[in-house]
């Protein structure tokens, strides 16, 4: 596609039930990252991926959340037993890596708003 | 941590002057970057430097990096109302596979 996509853009659940927020990286970039905004705050790093494989995961805040890779393209990460600490922005960015002379240049979604109630 | 710490946290200028955000981190990188982000919005990149480079420019903008103090300033010159946004600096690092890390930001306020 044109650009990274995310869906869905706005999710409001229940406490304690799970979702699912999904990711569409720009064709042939390898490197596929997750972030989570909260109001007014930085980015804090979830988790990224080279391909499909996760060489970090140090970012995950719980073994609530998960995250998946497949095809090398899309991701679906997915947060289990929400709380309500959980509401934020997940923000979706992917990039050509650093090999081959890239710079690691990000290009971002626009973000899925999670509000847990 | 190896997160990016900038400053101001907030800045409020009248358009016409310039804007210079910091931006300071701890280990060595690959390069860094700055990155803009409309309320509400996914984020933009802006501008590059790399670890060898000293300055750069694009536009109004004006980045420098001095990694003996392991920190990067970004100049806005000239600056106008559209410029009002939220600031950001990522850093790569070289012995993590291009993981970035994003510092708390800036916000920028630019009145008419």
């Known amino acids: 596609g044109a650009g990274v996509s995310q869906s869905p853009s706005n999710k409001v659940t229940e406490k304690g039930k799970d979702v699912e927020l999904r990711c569409d990286p720009i064709s042939g970039h390898t490197a596929l990252y997750w972030y989570r905004q909260s109001l007014g705050q930085g980015l804090e790093f979830l988790i990224y991926?080279?391909?499909?494989?996760?060489?970090?995961k140090s970012g995950l805040p719980s073994d609530r959340f998960s995250a998946e890779r497949t095809g090398g393209s899309v991701s679906t990460l997915t947060i289990q037993r929400t709380q309500q600490e959980d509401s934020a922005v997940y923000l979706c960015?992917?990039?050509?890596?650093?090999?081959?002379?890239?710079?690691?240049?990000?290009?971002f979604g626009e973000g899925s708003r999670l509000t847990v109630l | 941590s190896q997160q990016g710490e900038e400053d101001p946290q907030a800045l409020s200028i009248q358009e016409g002057e310039n804007a210079t955000m910091n931006c300071s981190y701890k280990t060595s990188i690959n390069n860094l970057q700055w990155y803009r982000q409309n309320s509400g919005r996914g984020l933009v990149h802006l501008i590059l430097?790399?670890?060898?480079?000293r300055e750069k420019h694009s536009g109004r903008l004006r980045v420098t990096l001095d990694t003996s103090k392991k920190s990067s300033s970004l100049l806005i010159t000239a600056s106008r109302a559209a410029d009002t946004a939220s600031y950001f600096c990522?850093?790569?690092?070289?012995?993590?596979?291009?993981?970035?890390?994003f510092g708390q930001g800036t916000e920028l306020s630019v009145k008419p």
């Open positions: 960015a992917s990039s050509l890596g650093i090999s081959g002379g890239n710079t690691g240049e990000l290009f």
């Open positions: 990522a850093t790569v690092f070289y012995n993590q596979g291009g993981k970035l890390i």
């Open positions: 991926f080279q391909g499909n494989s996760a060489p970090d």
């Open positions: 430097i790399r670890s060898n480079e």
